[in-house]
């Protein structure tokens, strides 16, 4: 089993800029897919950015050239820099993990990212 604890959201202002992290409970192996998703009220979890197979990086269309997500291998650690964040980006904003083996997926239990307008 893994835990995945997150931090640094909070309210910021638009244009502000914030930077998540989520570390890992223990040194993590055969990683697949490392990244982070959210969710606005009313709206499903999508997307936001994920680092693939340790270097392929996904980014969602809206917020490309804005965000960034970067790993630190050594602390087992990904993070989320947020910047000319809109107030579209206000959502809770979860870290993900996939495993190649065994073969399994983790969610952190979310942060609340606050844009005010």
């Known amino acids: 089993q893994v835990q995945l604890v997150e931090s640094g959201g909070g309210l910021v202002q638009a244009g502000g800029s914030l930077r998540l992290s989520c570390a890992a409970s223990?040194?993590?192996?055969?990683?697949?897919?490392m990244g982070w998703y959210r969710q606005a009220p009313g709206k499903q979890r999508e997307l936001v950015a994920a680092?693939?197979?340790?270097?392929?990086?996904n980014y969602a269309d809206n917020v490309k050239g804005r965000f960034t997500i970067s790993t630190d291998n050594a602390k087992n650690t990904v993070y989320l820099q947020m910047n000319s964040l809109k107030a579209e980006d206000t959502a809770v904003y979860y870290c993900?993990?996939?495993?190649?083996?065994?073969?399994?997926?983790?969610w952190g239990q979310g942060t609340q990212v606050t844009v005010s307008s």
């Open positions: 993900y993990l996939e495993l190649i083996a065994p073969p399994s997926r983790y």
């Open positions: 223990r040194n993590i192996f055969s990683i697949n897919t």
């Open positions: 680092v693939i197979s340790g270097s392929k990086l």
